[in-house]
């Protein structure tokens, strides 16, 4: 089954929430608030540094999370970070990896402001829907580094 996914509040829009979401027929989403972006990006930051990619990180887990536990055949990602999708690509490769799980076929494309996924997505952001789920910052930080938000901190702040 081919499930479309979209995301509404970009992650590097750390002044609102953001809403990553699917749907087939089915839907199901997540989000995340302004606060624990901030937290986030300030942690990754440090542990990314210089490196610039820790946006697409934050993405590709947030996407890893919406799907790990569905039974996914292949998903067509809204294309959020056009020239970036071979690094969204790996994280998520990376992270099924990690958890032992078969990886969908991933593809990005445009999906329009028209679809359905789209719709939810953007419903929820407005407070229209609830959310399936809320993601915490420490739960990306584990899921990418094994690590809370709060020990890059401690270490940012404690060289």
């Not at 929430?17 to 087939?24: C, H, K, P, Y």
């Not at 820790?54 to 809204?78: N, P, R, S, T």
């Amino acid at each position: 089954m081919i499930y479309q996914i979209d995301q509404s509040g970009k992650v590097e829009d750390t002044n609102k929430l953001t809403i990553v979401a699917f749907a087939n027929g089915e839907v199901k989403s997540l989000k995340i608030s302004a606060k624990e972006k901030q937290k986030l990006v300030t942690a990754m930051r440090v542990l990314d540094y210089p490196r610039k990619i820790f946006i697409y990180k934050i993405f590709a887990a947030l996407v890893f999370l919406l799907i790990k536990d569905e039974k996914v055949e292949e998903v067509i990602i809204d294309k959020e970070y056009p020239g970036h999708e071979a690094v969204i690509k790996d994280v998520i490769r990376g992270l099924f990896k990690k958890e032992g799980k078969d990886m969908p076929i991933i593809n990005f494309a445009y999906i329009g402001k028209k679809s359905a996924v789209h719709k939810i997505a953007l419903e929820i952001f407005k407070g229209k829907r609830e959310a399936d789920a809320i993601i915490k910052a420490d739960d990306v930080m584990k899921l990418l580094y094994k690590k809370s938000s709060r020990s890059a901190r401690s270490r940012r702040e404690n060289p």
